[in-house]
T-cell receptor, first 114, second 113 residues
Framework: AQSVTQLDSQVPVFEEAPVELRCNYS??????LFWYVQYPNQGLQLLLK??????LVKSINGFEAEFNKSQTSFHLRKPSVHISDTAEYFC????????????FGQGTTLQVKP | DAGVTQSPTHLIKTRGQQVTLRCSPI?????VSWYQQVLGQGPQFIFQ???????GRGNFPDRFSARQFPNYSSELNVNALLLGDSALYLC????????????FGPGTRLTVT
């Protein structure tokens, strides 16, 4: 069975500072990886995905994540955060061949302070 | 184009009652998945439907059921509600059964009293 561990439940950071949200997964089979963001009282928005190809994937708003197969990690980074990045971030995996079932981590609350 | 839509936005029910939640996928998407998100936790997979057939089921009791209609919209039904069913219920659509990216709706907040 697959599982996802987000190592930090809360990450406080000052505006314009860099941030890393950590995600590790366990799986005996190939998986695909995702980061979703959830703003208060809203649904989930797809932020990044790794399906194949380059192990470094980037979003349009400055986030990036690197798939590390040997360390079974998919950490999310941003070199300079904004107040508007304050949200809950979820790492998720889906088993290759099992398209419907996303398995989510517990989430990390990113709190950006002025 | 409209994203995934869900109705109602909020719902308050009493223990023992039944509830039906509705979801319309992104136009052109044929697969719908349902998730339960309890406060402070990540979403948990409940069901996936593709072309009106159940393609996957999570670890939820038989009180939970769902169906998908010819227009690919979907309903989630929960019978004999318990206090522990209070959660945000999220619907996600994907383009096909073989597509891995899922796009989520805003959710239905269910409160059971």
């Amino acid at each position: 069975a697959q599982s996802v561990t987000q190592l930090d439940s809360q990450v406080p950071v000052f505006e314009e500072a860099p941030v890393e949200l950590r995600c590790n997964y366990s799986s005996s089979v190939s998986v695909y990886l995702f980061w979703y963001v959830q703003y208060p009282n809203q649904g989930l928005q797809l932020l990044l995905k790794y399906l194949s190809g380059s192990t470094l994937v980037k979003s349009i708003n400055g986030f990036e994540a690197e798939f590390n197969k040997s360390q079974t990690s998919f950490h999310l980074r941003k070199p300079s955060v904004h107040i508007s990045d304050t949200a809950e971030y979820f790492c998720a995996v889906i088993r290759s061949g099992n398209t419907g079932k996303l398995i989510f981590g517990q989430g990390t609350t990113l709190q950006v302070k002025p | 184009d409209a994203g995934v839509t869900q109705s109602p936005t909020h719902l308050i029910k009493t223990r023992g009652q039944q509830v039906t939640l509705r979801c319309s996928p992104i136009s052109g998407h044929k697969s719908v998945s349902w998730y339960q998100q309890v406060l402070g936790q990540g979403p948990q997979f409940i069901f996936q439907y593709y072309e009106k057939e159940e393609r996957g089921r999570g670890n939820f009791p038989d009180r939970f059921s769902a169906r998908q209609f010819p227009n690919y919209s979907s309903e989630l039904n929960v019978n004999a509600l318990l206090l522990g069913d209070s959660a945000l219920y999220l619907c996600a659509s994907s383009a096909a059964a073989g597509a891995y990216e899922q796009y989520f709706g805003p959710g239905t907040r269910l409160t059971v009293t």
